[in-house]
């Protein structure tokens, strides 16, 4: 919730909550703007840390411990939370699209939305196969698969598109945890076969020798089956074909392919790489609307060129934030240049791991020791939220907004403190008028002639319920709150058994 009675001069929109965004809510919580409206749109209130996903399908972690809950970050940053899908941009008009609320305004928008695997380019995936992004998503028909796969007894087979990183680890964990799960059950695991699809020759494309010998070793001494330079080319209910023309039968077909982008940032006008991706310069700002920033997967770094991986997203949320600030400011972003070698942890499943940097390689439950140790110190830094106190600076930084602007915003505000919060004349105009007045006799004077107040007809011999309530907003979005007090009223006039006729705002 908005404490501050400092006036709002800006609106920053974050849009999804992804690795990057998450460090700059953080930021904004440790050290406010004065006079920055922050808001999050998220399409899930719980965002997954890419590191321990696996471990958390592999049943290392459990829920909590692998995702970030968005709602206490966005409190901490004094944020307003929209939990919806973001569907489009409107950039001429500086509004983001949502698909289950009004348009939200922006003065300075960041998108950290990341990628899924694309399955538009293969016929039947979608709908077929079982992506792994959205995570959540992924997360919800793992369990489904999970359940399965517990009841089932005859021979079962999983199929996983992708030998990237993500495919890699992702069938170890599922293997190690189904594996687990049936022994416990005192099942045997014998009957359930994995398969590994890639249209490449080799596994881990993107990693060193070593690595990939590494995995290669482990991926046979578990009984995956490899179909390499096997391209997938399309997928029918319960089969897959390839472009060698063999079809292959498959319970459940999990599809971890290379990252594909949304419509949407092309759609909106943005600049975009020829996957899809906001193309975006040294200081993370669009090349071709400054006031939109980008980061993670679904950043495209023209100079500098990198992997879609959360390390990256990781590392750009510092000077991300740094940007935004400065760009609030009025003052220059400054560019910035991600490393170019980084180390990769994968884990196997079974609390074990091998890391990788450049042609340098390392392997063991150490490393997996390390990893956790890594994952839970990042996840700690936003489970953990310190206490702040309340803000005591309060005054308008210089740059926000020049003097004029400023004097009259604050003027505005004070001449409201006492009025009961009205929304201003325009805002109250803007909004009635998208409404469409239902055209009834009894309504003498209403929204199709707005005057001070109603006049409604009653007609004789029946009688009007009245309802009044207001209680304490206990959430920052007008527009649910809105609902929320509609539903209210409504639920009164519905327990005396009356009919809603008219309604007040
Ligand atoms: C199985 C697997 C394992 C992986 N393991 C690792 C690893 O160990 N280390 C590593 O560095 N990388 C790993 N990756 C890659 C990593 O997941 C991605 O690179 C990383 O998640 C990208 O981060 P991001 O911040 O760009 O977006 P994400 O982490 O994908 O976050 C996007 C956020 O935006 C929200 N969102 C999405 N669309 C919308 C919308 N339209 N409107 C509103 N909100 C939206 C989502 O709810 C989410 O909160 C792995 C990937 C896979 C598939």
Redesign the pocket.
């Known amino acids: 919730m908005q404490k501050s009675d400092t006036p709002i001069v800006k609106d920053l929109v974050l849009?999804?909550?992804?690795?990057?965004h998450v460090a700059v809510l953080k930021r904004f919580g440790m050290k406010p703007l004065p006079g920055v409206r922050l808001t999050l749109?998220?399409?899930?209130a719980h965002?997954?840390y890419?590191?321990m996903?696996?471990g958390y399908v592999a049943g290392h972690y459990d829920y909590d411990e692998a995702h970030i809950d968005l709602g206490a970050l966005a409190r901490f940053a004094n944020a307003r939370f929209y939990h919806?899908?973001?569907?489009g941009l409107d950039l001429r008009e500086k509004r983001v699209i949502c698909d289950n609320r009004p348009p939200v305004l922006f003065e300075l928008v960041s998108i950290?939305?990341?990628?899924t695997p694309n399955t538009s380019r293969v016929p039947g995936a979608t709908g077929n196969v079982v992506p792994?992004?959205?995570?959540?998503t992924f997360l919800d028909r793992w369990e489904v698969l999970r359940d399965r796969a517990m009841s089932h007894d005859g021979p079962m087979k999983i199929a996983v598109v992708g030998a990237g990183?993500?495919g890699v680890?992702?069938l170890l964990a599922i293997q190690h945890r189904l594996k687990n799960l049936r022994a416990a059950a005192g099942k045997s695991a014998d009957n359930m076969e994995f398969h590994l699809f890639s249209d490449t020759d080799d596994i881990l494309p993107t990693h060193n020798g070593l690595v990939r010998r590494t995995f290669m070793e482990t991926l046979k001494a578990r009984g995956v089956v490899l179909h390499m330079s096997n391209a997938v080319a399309e997928v029918m209910h319960g089969a897959l074909r390839t472009d060698r023309e063999e079809t292959f039968q498959a319970d459940e077909i999990l599809w971890?392919t290379a990252a594909g982008a949304?419509d949407w940032p092309r759609d909106a006008g943005l600049d975009v790489d020829d996957g899809g991706f906001i193309k975006v310069g040294d200081t993370l700002q669009s090349t071709s609307h400054p006031d939109v920033y980008a980061?993670?997967?679904?950043a495209a770094m023209v100079n500098h060129p990198r992997p879609?991986?959360?390390?990256f997203?990781v590392r750009q949320g510092k000077p991300l934030v740094r940007n935004l600030r400065r760009a609030l400011l009025g003052r220059e972003p400054r560019p910035f240049r991600p490393q170019s070698r980084f180390l990769?942890?994968?884990s196997t499943g079974d609390k074990y791991a091998v890391a990788s940097r450049g042609g340098w390689s390392l392997k063991g439950k150490t490393i997996w020791i390390w990893k956790d140790w890594i994952d839970q110190r990042f996840m700690d830094k936003f489970n953990d939220l310190p206490d702040m106190d309340e803000e005591d600076e309060t005054d308008l930084p210089a740059g926000l907004a020049n003097q004029d602007v400023i004097k009259e915003i604050s003027a505005i505000a004070m001449r409201c403190g006492g009025c009961g919060a009205k929304v201003g004349a325009t805002v109250l105009s803007r909004a009635l008028n998208s409404l469409t007045p239902a055209p009834r006799e009894d309504v003498l004077i209403g929204l199709h002639e707005p005057d001070d107040a109603a006049v409604v007809e009653v007609p004789p011999g029946k009688v009007i319920v009245h309802t009044v309530d207001y209680f304490r907003a206990m959430v920052d979005d007008p527009y649910v709150f809105g609902k929320i007090a509609a539903n209210h009223s409504l639920g009164d006039i519905f327990a005396m058994g009356g009919e809603p006729q008219t309604a007040l705002a």
């Open positions: 849009i999804g909550g992804g690795h990057s749109i998220c399409r899930d965002t997954p890419s590191g996903l696996p919806s899908t973001v569907t950290n939305t990341g990628s792994v992004k959205p995570i959540n990183a993500g680890e992702i971890v949304p980061a993670g997967d679904l879609k991986s959360g390390v997203a990769s942890l994968i």
